[in-house]
């Protein structure tokens, strides 16, 4: 098998054991999308085409609140800016790879695929082949999650009741904490998650995720910057 596919197929089955958290995602979505008045036909195409949890489960809820189709659009695209932060930390290792290859793994990115992906490119592993099996992976099982939730969410028990929601960002947490080697990064990590805690005490909607992200980020630049000029 040539090499490319060996690691497309690597990062396919590297993602699989994360589907049980994102099948209850896909399904609370979907149910959640109906109940709020899109077609079934609808649903599936915000999947199919924006594949984005947290910025579909955004829009659904504004939807639900009759929000303007422009403040919806500008919503979830700032929910979603944090991907921009994913995609800038892969780029040092895509750098040689085309532009279409970028985008087209940019695209596809998720929480979970990148976690899987940065941590192959830390030991030295990683390739966009591996890349986009990962995250090849998340779509599938976000899509058939999605379609489960259209066709059989009124007779299927709510995944919530049973915590399988919070599988999904416990699970990130899991593949983050041990990518956090150096001391700047457990600095960054932390700034990040008291940001995070205070935004989404003090701050209407989701903006908090978004500030808490580039400030975190800046903190981390301003210590690398410490080290070089110490």
């Known amino acids: 098998m040539p090499r490319r596919l060996t690691d497309v197929r690597a990062g396919f089955l590297a993602l699989t054991p994360l589907w049980l958290g994102a099948a209850p995602f896909g399904v609370i979505y979907a149910v959640s999308a109906v109940a709020a008045g899109l077609s079934p036909a609808q649903t599936v195409a915000m999947s199919l085409f924006v594949f984005a949890g947290a910025s579909q489960f955004t829009a659904v809820g504004m939807f639900a609140a009759a929000a303007t189709p422009t403040a919806i659009i500008v919503t979830t695209l700032i929910v979603n800016a944090r991907h921009l932060l994913l995609a800038a930390s892969l780029s040092p290792y895509l750098r040689h790879e085309g532009a279409w290859v970028r985008l087209g793994l940019a695209t596809q990115l998720t929480d979970e695929s990148y976690a899987i992906g940065v941590r ?74 008291a940001l995070t805690l205070v935004g989404a005490l003090w701050l209407p909607g989701s903006w908090y995720i978004l500030l808490a992200g580039v400030a975190a980020s800046a903190v981390g630049a301003l210590l690398r910057l410490w080290v070089v000029n110490c």
């Open 120 to 193: 192959q490119f830390l030991a030295g592993r990683g390739s966009p082949a591996f890349q986009f099996g990962a995250n090849i992976s998340m779509y599938l099982v976000w899509q058939c999650s999605t379609l489960v939730g259209v066709l059989l969410g009124r007779v299927l028990p709510d995944p919530a009741a049973y915590g399988l929601d919070l599988v999904f960002p416990l699970t990130f947490v899991g593949l983050l904490v041990p990518l956090l080697r150096k001391r700047d990064s457990h600095v960054v990590a932390a700034a990040a998650a």
